[in-house]
């Protein structure tokens, strides 16, 4: 047993840490020329990664940095369902191309096999939901429906359909996150061929892109923390540091306490994120929820013990609680996974 | 015991209603459950209305031109306007300044101050917190020097609510710098058009304005717009906090938005059922709805206590600590119901998009759920209330 | 809106709280000549209460005082379907006449139209479990269904069966609240017929007595706060008393706020105690879940705050936690109810 | 990172499970799995089979006839022993006491009393709390004389666990009346046969008997029986405390309790379903399980940097916290899921009754609910915890 990270993993967190430290504004090519895309794929598919452990030290790392980048969107997620239908990620992984993905509708809530949107032939229409980074994608991979009502996980296609494709209509807006996403409405708008049956290949890609979020989200409790720490022993009200009341200070325990066990899930959801089914989704599914319940746990009480200060926009912190909060709303909730978790082991 | 409401109660609430119906448009009201930000002049116009009816100051007493209801009365009225979305009675002047002046002015300011309030003339806001000062409030160190016929103000104040909207300001400084923390401090009004203040919005993580800084440097504030005598503006202070309690329990508020939780819950799917029947979903649902069953029962046991003339007094700390549980608890659920929906986070079309698709009719949950973290922070953090109430059991178990 | 007891309510509190002040060992006789049984039936069945508020005041007191005394087993449940049958409750409301109520069974839990003891003409055969106050009754009332399959409502009698009539078999044990119950046996043991459709009889009997149960509850509750904030009080450590640490005082705040919402909703279940269902039930459900959460916290942060000593079955302490949190197990517990209300907010 | 156990580990995983499977009767493990008390006789015999193999006194060196295991070892084996509801090796004697002789006693006492331990001639218990030192360890009050080679003890303790089937107890004794809180503190062995001691049993509100009150009357104690230092048994006491906190987090009782509360709602019945499908129910275990996945890999990460020899600090205050927590959820789970069968209180047959009917087979699930309220009060409560962890960050946040 070993809970250190290996040589690699530790200089790729090393130089995205001191990079990500100067950085602002637009990282993406930065972060391509760094390798971080790279390191999100595996080696025959032209990366050096791809594992869990690799997806947790790239997206613990983004999660500290106080930047909204849409790695996991336009990059993670695309490239897993490009990879798992043989095409080509190279473009992707040297930071040329972005690609999004248009799955989620709002029928379907966080459920991966609820899809609505038709496919006549290769025609599609149907609307899209929340998709996060649509506006800056070249391209966009949309799941349609060839076959099968809408409940069953049969019948699901992937198509690529171009940006300025006809009958494509997208409207952006910015997200609570940070960033930015689009509801995609598709009418009669033609796709090339991806995959016939797409709905592993989303599960799969899926689970990596949950690991991706709760990493992220593990990267910015412990900057949260350390913010409302560090505010403890500074900020003084009655003539002593709030620190020093155990109103405030018992609680920070409570809410450290929790980003432990946030942490060990992460690790845990890393280590199994090869295994098979439906042991990976089990663990994905209980650290999602854990994650879930201790994000909303630190993002209030941080914001708490801060006071008004941490409900402004300028101050980090309240960025920091988004981005802990929203994670919720990403691939799949508390709830979601609490239950997915049960009916996974009763399976 | 009889939790029954008296049948003139049942009249009122039948008037209430009647008056919402006809009065508040229906526009106004989405703005509000949608959590929309509403404009200065949505605030003005339903003001006036309410001034119209002789609603607006429903705690004052009819000889400064209030309703001067009784608490069951009030309770039913502001439930009312809660569950009918209307938008809030801004309380700065009414419920707060006002009730000051009328204890403590003097005649004149009575005369001139309080007819401005109730006709809009006025958007009071209020000057105490400090970047120093916060839930020590005492701590705050502006200071207003005597010169003359006038007070010298120098200082800043912050979390100024809606200051951006108002063109008086009442504040506390410091009158005498030497006296221990609570003494020399003095109660003052101040028009915000004096040269010397600087306003400076600041933007909040749901995006919106609604609190800002004032900066105060060698603002001259005539000696006649002090409230009662110097240095004894935390006496005022105090007495204002205790009138601000009214409806602290907000639970109409929360009745209101559970209803818009069920709502939405109605209308979302999963697993293309109506989330409403997921059980989880239902479990979270019906906790808080029973804890708010309590917490109204609570609150009626405390009007009742204070329309029998007994003044609240720990009572209240349980009322907001309790009270801006369950609050902030709906707006996490209504942020839950909407799942993915719940992202989008300009769709009061702020940043020049169109209004952003909102297939659940949920308007901003998440930018709410945000907001509403400021219930256990001001008017006494959470932790002040439970300290004052840990404070009183101690003294009572001695 | 009043909610002040009415005089007659105020009396009988104050006359059982002196009672009950002086009292110990078996006070059964004390309280019937008290009238305190009587104050649990209405003036047509023989007794000079019987609603809501009468239950509330009576059980509230028996809660505080630091007695074990079935009222509720051995008087007012078999009462209330006694008078639901048309029986005579005189003896019964005087003292003189022990009655229990065998219904629950291992398999229904706490669903109280689950039934398999059978009846066979009046012949009844089964198994009832924790039968509290048992032992101490004259007689049983038994439920068993002459007809349909244990998961419906009708076919559910009620029998009137001696406490030494052939083919029942007792076993009595301690129980955890304080006081006894039994397991009970029944093999084609004869009964006297009382009702041949109990289940509404049972449904309106059980909805009073979880009120008393609730109102026992939070009688004990506010015994239980009232010794840990006297406690903060004089117990000293580390040079203080213990109650000037927030770790402990700011909690035992949580635990008051509780306490008083317990205390609404015992009002609000006794002022609802006579509605219509599901009105009733859903105010009865609301009320069990609530004060079922609450008693738990109540309990264990009270035990907690005294440390050890709260752990002794000498203290006095320890015995009101074991009461408060056992009631969960009376009637429907948290969980139970929760789904009660859902069910009938549904309806 | 790589969080799969060695060969080796999986090797000894099996050998430890063989020696279970082998050694470890069915209806003692029965009775641990039911929470029936142990009596005397059943910790000896299970002292006495370890003993045998080698395994009593997992973290002693060899050379004092221990099996001086690595923490992964020690962690693999307290899981095993616990999943297979073995019952717990008394601490007092192994845990406690022989690490702090084996560091600070003397030749001749490690010579005579670390084999009397392992062969099971002594039966140890501890004295260190006293009514007025409960969380404030250091306030202890009992006095230790020194009266020619002898010391005369006068004082009580209390909580002093499985004291009644002790014939020795180490205790903390105040040697200097007129030193600081902390020193003046020694650490003294004391034979229980000694006229002037009198035990005390104290009911628990589980009904059952496991602490003790002990007084001391003019006991006279051989200064031999001194450990180490006079007046630096603080400094014993504390390196002991540290040795207490060997599976602080008690993840394997915590997997043997989950075990068993599925197992129970299975058998539980509502509605004619399984109770593990009832989904509320459902909600409760998976919300456990998962923290409890959690705790394990958190417990594996500290139990890993240990044997990487770094001294784990305030991770155990964590280990402390969380781990109790979870333990207590899950004795909450197993009353609620046994329904009304958590009544009846007396299966043990302590009244003279018959073992009362236990339709679910789940043992005295009410008992082990109330009893488990002391994992967060003994061994430093959650509080004491909490404000270690609160100092140490506010120094590290410095």
């Known amino acids: 047993m070993n809970f250190e990270l290996t040589e690699e993993r530790q200089m790729l967190q090393d130089s995205l840490r001191r990079y990500l430290a100067g950085a602002s504004g637009d990282v993406w090519a930065g972060l391509a020329d760094l390798g971080v895309i790279g390191a999100l794929f595996p080696e025959e598919k032209g990366g050096y990664g791809g594992a869990g452990f690799d997806l947790a030290v790239v997206f613990e790392e983004l999660g500290r940095a106080d930047l909204d980048v849409p790695l996991i969107d336009n990059a993670l997620l695309p490239g897993l369902l490009m990879t798992a239908a043989g095409q080509d990620v190279e473009p992707l992984i040297a930071g040329g191309q972005k690609i999004a993905v248009a799955h989620g509708e709002t029928a379907a809530r966080y459920d991966l096999n609820w899809v609505e949107t038709r496919a006549d032939g290769d025609l599609l229409t149907g609307e899209k939901c929340v998709v996060v980074g649509g506006e800056a994608a070249d391209v966009l991979i949309v799941s349609a429906r060839h076959s099968g009502t809408a409940d069953v996980q049969d019948g699901i296609g992937l198509w690529l359909v171009e940006r300025d494709a006809p009958g494509l209509r997208l409207q952006g807006y910015e997200i609570a996150q940070g960033g930015r996403a689009a509801e995609v409405s598709l009418t009669d708008t033609p796709g090339t061929p991806l995959m016939t049956e797409g709905y592993a290949a989303i599960v799969q890609a899926m689970a990596a892109a949950t690991l991706a979020e709760m990493a992220q989200t593990l990267g910015a409790m412990d900057v949260a923390v350390a913010m409302t720490q560090e505010y403890l022993t500074t900020r003084k009200q009655f003539g002593r540091p709030i620190g020093s009341f155990q109103a405030l200070s018992h609680r920070l325990v409570d809410v450290m306490v929790a980003v432990e066990q946030a942490r060990s899930m992460v690790i845990l959801a890393a280590a199994h994120l090869e295994a098979e089914e439906p042991v990976r989704g089990r663990h994905i599914s209980a650290a999602k929820n854990l994650i879930g319940r201790s994000g909303r746990l630190v993002a209030e009480e941080c914001i708490q013990m801060h006071g008004g200060i941490g409900m402004t926009e300028e101050y980090a912190l309240g960025r920091y609680a988004k981005r802990i909060v929203m994670a919720d709303h990403r691939f799949g909730d508390t709830d979601h996974h609490l239950e997915q978790f049960i009916a996974l082991g009763a399976a | ?398």
């Not at chain 2, 979390?159 to 400084?173: R, S």
């Open chain 2, 1 to 398: 015991m009889d939790l029954n409401f008296t049948a003139e109660d049942h009249a009122f609430r039948a008037e209430v209603k009647a008056f919402l119906a006809e009065k508040l448009p229906a526009a106004l009201a989405d703005k509000v459950r949608l959590n929309q930000g509403l404009s200065k002049e949505d605030h003005d116009f339903w003001h006036s209305q309410l001034n119209a009816r002789g609603w607006l100051a429903t705690n004052w007493p009819k000889r400064f031109g209030g309703a001067e209801w009784g608490t069951v009365q009030r309770h039913i009225y502001e439930e009312e306007c809660a569950l009918a979305h209307a938008p809030r009675v801004v309380p700065f002047g009414l419920a707060m300044l006002g009730p000051v002046l009328q204890k403590f002015g003097s005649e004149a300011q009575q005369a001139h101050w309080l007819p401005r309030i109730l006709n809009g003339q006025d958007w009071w806001c209020q000057g105490y917190s400090e970047p120093g000062a916060g839930s020590d409030l005492a701590a705050l160190q502006t200071r207003a020097l005597r010169d003359g016929d006038h007070y010298v103000v120098n200082g800043q104040k912050t979390w100024t609510t809606l200051g951006q909207h108002a063109n008086m300001i009442f504040c506390l400084v410091r009158t005498d710098p030497d006296a221990k923390k609570q003494e020399g401090i003095s109660f003052l009004l101040i028009d915000m058009d004096t040269p010397g203040i600087e306003v400076r919005p600041i933007t909040l993580i749901d995006g919106g304005v609604e609190v800002n800084e004032v900066w105060f440097t060698d603002v001259r504030v005539p000696v006649e717009n002090l409230v009662g005598a110097e240095n004894k503006g935390w006496t005022y202070a105090k007495y204002l906090l205790t009138h601000e309690r009214t409806n602290i329990a907000g639970v109409g508020f929360s009745r209101a938005g559970l209803d818009t939780v069920k709502r939405i819950a109605i209308r979302a799917r999963s697993g293309g059922r109506p989330l409403i029947e997921n059980p989880h979903f239902a479990a979270r649902v019906a906790q808080v709805e029973i804890d708010l069953m309590a917490m109204s029962t609570t609150n009626l046991r405390i009007v009742s206590k204070a329309a029998a003339g007994q003044a609240p007094g720990i009572e209240s700390s349980l009322l907001k600590i309790k009270g801006t549980q369950i609050r902030q608890e709906i707006t996490d659920l209504a942020r839950r119901a909407v799942g993915p929906h719940a992202m989008p986070f300009a769709s009061d079309g702020v940043d020049g998009n169109a209004p952003v698709p909102d297939p659940l009719d949920a308007g901003a949950v998440a930018a709410s759920y945000f907001n509403n973290r400021k219930l256990s922070i001001f008017g006494g953090s959470n932790e002040i209330q439970r300290e004052i109430y840990a404070k009183q059991m101690m003294r009572d178990a001695k």
